[in-house]
């Protein structure tokens, strides 16, 4: 689901004077919910499925996805031990309540499960987003004053 497919159902809730919307797809879960104020909700993206290998493809695709295999199982190993904190929602990303004010969380920073590490604004709302798990920021992986999208990785906590 695209954005901008994101925000016409935004439009529609509005219109329609609606305050929940659900809808689950291939594996894709969205939920909005008109004022929802301090309430947080995280949930991990589905992992995508990998294609089914193609009937007769022959022996030349299968070093491209073995390369591909092991450059991604790579990555997975370095972060294995890391935790994602993930947007619940779409919006802007802000790592601080304003532009003079300090920010929430720095790599290093301890954080607890009641910790506000960012505010995700939407729709004109400033939402605080905890962190809902203990540990040590080890990156922040999102951009102050960007989209980012529901389920996008914002920090990552070791």
Known sequence: MELKDIKAIIDLMKKNDLSVFEMEKDGFKLKLQKGAGEQTVFTPPALPMA?????????????????ASAAAAEPTAKTEQLQDIV???????????????????EVGKRV???????????????NEIKSEIDGEIAEIVAENGKPVQFGQVLFRVR
């Open 51 to 67: 294609p089914a290998p193609m009937p007769g493809g022959g022996a030349a695709p299968a070093p491209a996805s073995a390369s």
């Open 112 to 126: 607890t499960a009641d910790s506000v590490v960012c505010i995700i604004e939407a729709m004109k709302v400033m």
């Open 87 to 105: 947007s619940p929602m779409v919006g802007t990303f802000y790592r601080a309540s304003s532009p003079e004010s300090p920010v929430f969380a």
